[in-house]
């Protein structure tokens, strides 16, 4: 890919350094809120729906990227990750339930 190049330094070269600087003096919280605020305003403009698709989506393609690979191998598959996930929650609000009537 050819770099947008302006002056001596590249963009992605110039957004790194940005990036870098904004860290140092704003700190990681400040990217998490910046982050979370984004978040919020694609859910209010969006709704749950859109989130759901792209995960499903971007799974889809992950699987597919690595199907049949010997880095898939012996890995869990989105069905059982998913399985195992519903599970977790399942013992998690089971748990704040059993917290809330001690």
Do not use: C, P, W
């Not at 969006?46 to 597919?64: H, L, N, P, T, V």
Request: aromatic share 4%; charged share 35%.
């Amino acid at each position: 890919m050819a770099e947008d190049k302006k002056g001596k330094m590249s963009v992605s070269e110039a957004g790194r350094k940005g990036g870098n600087k904004t860290a140092s003096t704003h700190g990681v919280e400040f990217f998490t809120e910046i982050g979370r605020k984004g978040g919020d305003t694609v859910l209010r403009n969006r709704g749950k729906e859109f989130y759901s698709e792209i995960g499903s989506k971007g799974g889809s393609e992950r699987a597919k990227q690595h199907e049949g690979t010997a880095e898939a191998k012996g890995k869990t598959s989105l069905e059982e990750a998913g399985h195992m996930g519903g599970q977790k929650v399942r013992r998690l609000i089971q748990a704040g339930r059993d917290h809330e009537n001690e």
